[in-house]
């Protein structure tokens, strides 16, 4: 069994930070990558940022410059580091994680229970 727990959601005002983290534990061989996705209400679900074993990053462009991903290996966890949080941040943020589990010892995409952060003055 494999599971991913969300931590670090609220509501900042515009300007404002916010730390998301991302803790997979379990049956876990090897985790490939870790990312956030994202979903406003009414929109659909984009990649706000992805990180691989090796440390390589991608971005959406809305938020090149403010977010920062990064993860523990050790740990089995990532975090997304949120600064100048805007207007259009507003969304429920889930955690996924690319990863070989031992128990069925296939690649599979696991995720967390997803985290709802606010952007309001």
């Known amino acids: 069994q494999v599971q991913l727990v969300e931590s670090g959601g609220g509501s900042v005002q515009p300007g404002g930070s916010l730390r998301l983290s991302c803790a997979a534990s379990?049956?876990?061989?090897?985790?490939?990558?870790m990312g956030w996705y994202r979903r406003a209400p009414g929109k659909q679900r984009d990649l706000v940022a992805v990180?691989?074993?090796?440390?390589?990053?991608r971005y959406a462009d809305s938020v090149k410059g403010r977010i920062t991903i990064s993860r523990d290996n050790a740990k089995n966890t990532g975090h997304l580091q949120m600064n100048d949080l805007k207007p259009e941040d507003p969304a429920v943020y889930s955690c996924?994680?690319?990863?070989?589990?031992?128990?069925?010892?296939?690649?599979?995409?696991?995720w967390g229970q997803g985290t709802q952060v606010t952007v309001s003055s």
């Open positions: 996924y994680a690319r990863l070989r589990s031992s128990s069925t010892n296939a690649v599979n995409t696991y």
């Open positions: 379990g049956s876990i061989v090897s985790i490939y990558a």
């Open positions: 990180i691989t074993s090796g440390g390589s990053t």
